[in-house]
């Protein structure tokens, strides 16, 4: 006997990965350059010269036995001090070495935070669109998951549809900004007002209502300000991620951050490592925290994703294609020529154009594309979306 649930997860793969599964196949066929993949949020752009620089000095620097072996559970304090000494300097938080707890990434980041939070009944909220592996996340920590409605045609948060589902059980608000799929910024005003909904709302049911802020995008964004979510609402649990900002989805290293300012704090910050710990999930790979110490500091450089951002969003509104204005990670969220995203998915990928239908990001009739490809791939398919959308007029 297995598992269902773990089995109807395994046994059935996301819409992404069949959709890049296939552009493989097909780059095999009709030859690599023509086939418009634009499926996998996989980083486009190298990591900064000075991670393989600071890989290089600390196998120089640093005994073996320790490059290689278990660090503290909870992740090397100059690690934790390096990432604190940054938020500080951006920020002006007073974050300290001992609210951090370093991880293999946000997705086991949010499993265990999820898990510390799992009380009978517990809900979590996601706001639409929203990244699909918060779903199985949340309900196999045992959460129930709900979806807020998504504030179309904007992509901020419908603040009163959110109220409206907030109950004496809703343990947290997943927020992700910049945003998977849509590419949209929460302003300082749209978390201002929610901070200030959760607030009220904590007071009404007693207990607190934390924010679970994940943000692998967080460096990503193009001119705009992204908001320290922390700054705004202290019990708020910061989910960080070094596969986008540092390019590095592959090395599985990234940090929780629990300011002591949030309510109950030490019990949380146990639960979260209790959690991982019962996930097997502790000790993030020992050389890539040595790394991080020496590159906490450092910002990807973001000319090609702007680049392509803006030939996309200048060439694709010129058509009439709609979308949210994208300021930050590397994806369009487009509404889908004829309403059926489905079936614009299945349109375009007869023209080896791939696209994802945005019915997993909860947001039927719009699709998702991302640009982190190269920028003749953006040159060489705008006149294939163009002809998609001649066959809607
Ligand atoms: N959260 C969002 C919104 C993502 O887009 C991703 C990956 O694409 C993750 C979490 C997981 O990131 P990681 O590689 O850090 O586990």
Redesign the pocket.
Known sequence: MLNENAYALGANRSCIRDLFEYGRRRAAVVGEENVYDYSL?NPSIPSPREVDDAIRAVLADTDSLLIHGYTSAVGDYDTRKAICGDLNLRYGAHTRPEEFFIG???????VAVFRALAVPQGEVLAIAPY?P?YQPFAQEAGLTFRVVPPDVPSFQIDLDKLGAMLTCHTQAVIL?SP??PSGVVYTRQTLTHLARLLTDKSREFGHPIYIVS?E??RELAYGVEVPFVPEIYPNTVV?Y????SLSL?GE?I?YVYVPRAAADSQALYAAIAGAARGAGHVCAPSLWQKVIARCAHLRPDLASYDRNRTELYLGLTAMGYEMAKPDG?FYLFIKAPGGDAQEFSQRAKEKDLLVVPGDGFGCPGYFRICYCVSYDTIRRSLPVFRELMEQYR
């Open positions: 949020g293999c990434g946000a997705a086991p980041e949010l990244f592996e992700n945003n998977n994940d692998p995008y989910c991620s070094y596969s986008k989805p599985r990234g990670a």
